[in-house]
């Protein structure tokens, strides 16, 4: 099968080094100049097209493409499975822990990554994220000529999205009731938190089961902010379960025992290519 690892561009800025390894090393210091080197002599840095060499003169405006690498990426030990595929689009259903995207460590362990190569198809791309701790459905666009469709889809909000989530009980409240609020960048800088303001993010929260300690809630976000249903939650009082970031940052266990109890449950959208009316289900289970 073909390598169809994801692709890095780097547009060469304005500077005065010498060479484009030189440059290399410099902007990305966590990856050392012998690594690069052996990528060089791999031919996985490429320019428009051709492989960088070692000695490759440095060239500001010069579009620079290469391919992630890690060493000694770990496992993880969670399946994906397919929901729905078409000429358009494939839905994939993702386990906890499973990066959409590759990013920092995780390249070859990614949703996108298993896909592609399940499928071999090279054209797919995610329209939206789920964090890597939340489970659930995930929508790829399939091929370059209908993506744009799809993509407006997302972009104007026409995807009605359901979550559920387990989290301490709200024995106090009427369900169900709208949580908004305004949602900033906190600290640190992968966090957010509300802030006094005009409100930016709305949540619509409901009641599924009631358990004794915990209640399983479902969850319908009318905005899409980073980290909205994860930080409504901890601000009512009822963080998720199993979140290692609200309402305070905690140590993630790496030994996978405490999934985030989010799960992106249903999708429901007009089908812009067919016009029919589209419905996909998550079949995960969240524990409560």
């Keep these: 099968m073909p390598d169809h690892l994801p692709i890095s561009r780097i547009v060469l800025p304005p500077g005065g080094w010498a060479t484009v390894l030189d440059f290399l090393c ?6 050392d100049r012998e690594t690069w080197i052996d990528r060089m002599a791999r031919g996985t840095v490429t320019a428009d097209g051709v492989a960088v060499t070692r000695t490759a003169p440095y060239r500001p405006g010069t579009a620079v493409a290469y391919r992630r690498e890690v060493d000694a990426e770990p496992r993880i030990p969670f399946e ?12 994939a259903d993702k386990p906890h822990f499973l990066p959409v995207m590759p990013a ?7 949703l996108s990554v298993r896909l592609i190569r399940r499928l071999d198809n090279p054209d797919l791309v995610a329209l939206h ?15 370059p000529s209908s993506r744009d469709a799809y993509t407006r889809l997302f972009r104007e909000r026409a995807i009605a999205k359901v979550y559920e989530a387990v989290a301490a009980p709200m024995p106090g409240r009427a369900f169900p009731f709208v949580h908004e609020s ?9 966090r957010m938190r509300e802030v006094p303001g005009e409100p930016n993010a709305r949540t619509r929260v409901d009641v599924i ?9 479902r969850l319908s976000p009318e905005t899409g902010r980073k980290h909205q249903l994860r930080v ?20 993630e266990r790496a030994d996978f025992a405490e999934p985030l109890q989010l799960l992106a449950r249903e999708l429901r959208f007009v089908d ?14 969240l524990t409560y």
């Design 182 to 190: 305004r949602l900033e960048r906190g600290e640190p800088f992968f």
């Design 26 to 31: 410099e902007r990305f210091p966590a990856i």
């Design 129 to 143: 994220r789920l964090d890597r701790g939340t489970a659930g459905l995930v929508v790829f666009s399939a091929r």
């Design 209 to 217: 089961a009631r358990g004794d300690e915990r209640w399983l809630y």
């Design 232 to 251: 409504h939650m901890a601000a009512l009082g009822s963080p998720i379960a199993g979140d290692p970031a609200y309402p305070e940052v905690r140590d």
């Design 272 to 285: 812009p290519i067919t016009g029919e009316q589209r419905v996909f289900r998550s079949t995960r289970e």
């Design 80 to 91: 994906e499975a397919i929901v729905h595929i078409d000429d358009d689009i494939v839905v």
């Design 104 to 110: 920092g460590r995780h390249v070859e362990e990614t």
